[in-house]
């Protein structure tokens, strides 16, 4: 066992492309993890597929390292927001955490937020300002707005004293004074970690107690929790209690013991580097996995019988903010492309998950071809269903819809985000009118001084569904943008949806070029020549507000006349291919994305033409009633 004042546990918390996961990698490195000829990959801890395709850090990792006698345990955390609930979950594993800000853009939205995580679980973050070689590095204006956001987000005397280290994590260097230090090697780093991060409080004389922050799963053990110790020491072969606990109230000011279990501990492992190593024994202080108990989940509390009835606190997730349903694939292409799902195995599949990822929230509303799930953004829940897929799963999707609540007056809220972008200073005009119509409010603009506009909003998150793809074009693909959840509010009102109705196939069979040519002068197409379409699939956006009902699969008649326009070369454009993600922001209130391991389509809730019509006018006269 290690001595714990040789221990310091931290993470590493920043906005999102401000370079966590590129500085682990010199860490690495500089701790002499790997031989000096070993091929490593870029970004190591990235080791998720969807995380290497995307360039972000999805799931909060665990590593360590060793110097100088120290063990630093290390947390990298994913700096996206809708993934935000990984950041919730671990900060309570760590001591302190590395705030890094990038020097060219300083705080951004996510900055902020796991900012303020860290200062009201008590942590004193160190500050380190990365990518300070870049051109048009903001060095001091960079720091001069993390120092006002520490205040602004009310921290102690103590907190706002925080050390800075300045260097470039690509390049494998800090300091920390720029002009008097060489920039060479993480010494500082290292050392500003051991000097300035207490150790774990913990006393290993008393009784084992831990909380599971982490759940992972294997084939053969089952499931497998991770946490800190708190207190004492645990064995291979111990006997331990799981105490499941739960919030009682909304404002979680009170909770209770909701289950117990009696497991016997079967295998504990250490992180050594970014590799699991089995271990006979841990103790205060130490990162520990763990496994045994047969249910164990996320927040619940380890320890032994003569403490069980002292549990630590459920972790505090903020709730889910936007909603979406994931319906059983009835189209007449199931279970041509993938494995053909019925509801059961889709709520196993969302359940299992539900277990690991602790910002999701899964409800059975008694809908007899689906489940509806509820997330953090479009993308925490474009995520899962990319990984359903890639298991081979076939489903529908519907369109994203905001979760909304009361106050006490019956007033309707709806979840509020700000909204930072920053834009080449001729298209900000765009930029603002378009935001305008989604309710947006406009609060601040600030030159960055390289021909970039800083804008700021406070706009609904019903605002920002779809409203991506539509950013990238009005700024021909230059413009940045990053939001952050930030509470709710009134609603807003009716924010106007897609202007430009669909293209929608009446026929089954394959698309033919002949009849493609004459349909895309009536607006995009989504589909080639020789793709399979079937009735109700959209094959393309119409260049007006209304639906377009068409047949992509009709033939040029063959005569025994010579035609003129025989020899005429047919010309299509190139089609629009929808990725997932940009599915699910086009998509309408009576569409699904159909999404196969090979495909995605938009299809009609309704597949048959007649009976849409009959559904929207019965729509429309119970309206009227109403």
Request: charged fraction near 30%.
């Amino acid at each position: 066992m290690r001595d714990i004042s040789k221990i310091r546990n931290v993470a590493i918390i920043a906005h999102i492309d401000h370079g966590k996961t590129t500085l682990l990698d010199s860490v690495f490195k500089a701790a002499k993890l790997f031989r000096d000829n070993a091929r490593v990959e870029e970004r190591i801890m990235d080791n998720n597929v969807l995380e290497r395709e995307r360039g972000i850090t999805i799931r909060a990792k665990h590593c360590s390292v060793e110097w100088k006698d120290y063990l630093i345990n290390i947390i990298d955390t994913p700096g996206h927001a809708d993934f935000s609930g990984e950041v919730e979950r671990i900060i309570s594993m760590v001591d302190s955490a590395l705030l890094l800000v990038d020097a060219n853009e300083g705080p951004m939205p996510q900055t902020r937020y796991v900012l303020m995580r860290a200062l009201k679980a008590g942590l004193r973050p160190i500050v380190v300002v990365n990518k300070v070689d870049r051109p048009n590095a903001a060095i001091n204006e960079a720091l001069n707005a993390t120092f006002d956001l520490f205040l602004e987000l009310g921290a102690t005397e103590e907190q706002a004293d925080f050390p800075v280290l300045y260097g470039s994590g690509l390049h494998g260097w800090f300091v920390r004074d720029l002009e008097k230090d060489n920039p060479e090697g993480m010494d500082a780093l290292f050392e500003t970690i051991i000097n300035f991060v207490p150790p774990p409080q913990g006393d290993i004389n008393k009784p084992f107690l831990m909380q599971a922050t982490s759940i992972t799963w294997n084939d053969y053990i089952g499931r497998v929790g991770c946490g800190r110790i708190v207190q004492g020491k645990i064995k291979k072969g111990d006997v331990i209690i799981r105490t499941s606990t739960a919030w009682k109230d909304i404002d979680k000011t009170q909770w209770e013991i909701t289950a117990q279990e009696k497991a016997k501990i079967t295998h504990l492992w250490l992180t050594k580097g970014f590799k699991l190593t089995e271990v006979e024994e841990a103790s205060a202080g130490d990162v520990v996995w763990i496994a045994g108990p047969e249910d164990i989940s996320i927040g619940d509390t380890l320890s032994f019988e003569e403490n069980a009835n002292l549990p630590l606190h459920p972790l505090e997730i903020e709730e889910p903010t936007v909603s979406m349903f994931f319906l059983v694939n009835n189209g007449p292409f199931a279970g041509k492309e993938g494995r053909a799902v019925t509801l059961r195995q889709i709520k196993e599949r969302l359940m299992q998950e539900a277990r690991v990822n602790v910002a999701l929230k899964v409800e059975d509303i008694g809908r007899p071809d689906g489940l509806k799930v509820s997330g953090r953004g479009e993308l925490h829940l474009a995520i899962l269903i990319e990984e359903m897929r890639r298991e081979g799963m076939e489903l529908c999707v519907s369109r994203p819809e905001v979760i909304t609540k009361r106050d006490e007056n019956g007033n309707l809220l709806e979840p509020m985000e700000q909204l930072i972008i920053d834009v080449p200073e001729e298209y900000q005009g765009a930029v603002i009118e378009k935001i305008s119509r989604r309710k947006g409010e406009f609060t601040s603009a600030h030159n960055l001084g390289t021909g970039l506009m800083r804008l700021e909003f406070n706009i609904p998150t019903r605002g920002l569904i779809g409203y991506r793809t539509e950013f990238l074009t009005d700024t021909r693909g230059l413009g940045i943008m990053s939001s952050r959840f930030i509470g709710y509010d009134l609603w807003r009102g009716e924010i106007s949806g897609r202007n430009r109705g669909s293209m929608v196939s009446m026929d089954n069979g394959e698309a033919t070029s002949y009849q493609l040519e004459n349909l895309q002068q009536r607006g995009t197409l989504f589909i080639s020549p020789m793709d399979k379409v079937y009735e109700g699939m959209v094959i393309g956006e119409h260049s007006r507000a209304n639906d377009l009902p068409c047949n992509p699969t009709k033939k040029k008649h063959v005569t025994n006349h010579r035609s003129s326009t025989k020899d005429n070369t047919v010309i299509l454009d190139v089609p629009r291919k929808l990725t997932l993600d940009a599915a699910l922001e086009w998509i309408a209130e009576d569409e699904l994305v159909e999404v196969t391991p090979l495909s995605v389509r938009v299809r009609k809730n309704i597949l048959n033409h007649e009976a849409r019509k009959k559904a929207s006018k019965r729509a429309k006269s119970q309206e009227s009633a109403a």
